[in-house]
């Protein structure tokens, strides 16, 4: 069926790095952009980034912009998400979700995976 | 990149109607037709309800309804069931490549 399965999360301390990553199947990869969207304990979402299904353009929040990197590997049906410099309010379920290509809808979504910073 | 305005709660009894409004501006919310609805139960992901300001994905109830005037967006649950009870956040485009979420609204079935 289709889906996206979050893996990757963990603790890691101020500063730290860490990789996210986003395995879709059900569906064909290269024709659908996937969005990061994250979720601070007890708070609402807040989109992160997403990137054209060609690769060609990337788009991030203000709050990552300069830390995280997205990108996507189709060989494997994969999307990436690059952390560098995490600060402790970067501490959040990570989800990634579907473009349903209806104005910017996410129309599947994973489970999500937490990542937590703290020393 | 500041929220969409939502109201922090709202409520009514089964069988009544609510309707959770989502304020933005020229940027966003009034300058497409790109507003989403998402439906978030405590500890699940969130489920996408509206799509385009008034379109219901397959398989979401038809008492779930979309609509926008000017810079603010508005869904309506109608016939509130208890299983209607959880978040709602509105999402939107904006300028330039982004997309930004309203701050949710805790829905209560009294």
């Known amino acids: 069926q289709v889906q996206v399965v979050e893996s990757g999360g963990g603790v890691v301390q101020p500063g730290g790095s860490l990789t996210l990553s986003c395995a879709a199947s059900?569906?064909?990869?290269?024709?659908?952009?996937i969005h990061w969207v994250r979720q601070a304990p007890g708070k609402g979402l807040e989109w992160v980034a997403f990137?054209?299904?060609?690769?060609?353009?990337?788009f991030y929040g203000d709050s990552v912009k300069g830390r995280f990197t997205i990108s996507r590997d189709s060989s494997k049906n994969t999307l990436y998400l690059q952390m560098n410099s995490l600060r402790a309010d970067d501490t959040a379920i990570y989800y990634c979700?579907?473009?349903?290509?209806?104005?910017?809808?996410?129309?599947?979504w994973g489970q999500g995976t937490t990542v937590t910073v703290s020393s | 990149q500041s929220a969409l305005t939502q109201p922090a709660s709202v409520s009514g009894s089964p069988g009544q109607s609510i309707t959770i409004s989502c304020t933005g501006t020229?940027?966003?919310?009034?300058?497409?037709?790109?507003v989403s609805w998402y439906q978030q139960h405590p500890g699940k992901a969130p489920k996408l309800m509206i799509n385009?300001?008034?379109n219901r994905p397959s398989g979401v109830s038809n008492r779930f309804s979309g609509s926008k005037s000017g810079n603010t967006a508005s869904l309506t649950i109608s016939g509130l069931q208890a299983e209607d009870e959880a978040d709602y956040y509105c999402?939107?485009?904006?300028?330039?490549?982004?997309?930004?979420f309203g701050g949710g609204t805790k829905l209560t079935v009294l």
């Open positions: 979700a579907r473009d349903g290509q209806a104005g910017y809808d996410m129309d599947v």
């Open positions: 059900g569906f064909i990869f290269d024709s659908y952009v």
């Open positions: 990137m054209w299904s060609d690769g060609s353009q990337k």
């Open positions: 020229s940027s966003d919310v009034g300058g497409y037709n790109f």
């Open positions: 385009e300001v008034s």
């Open positions: 999402s939107s485009y904006r300028n330039a490549g982004s997309v930004v």
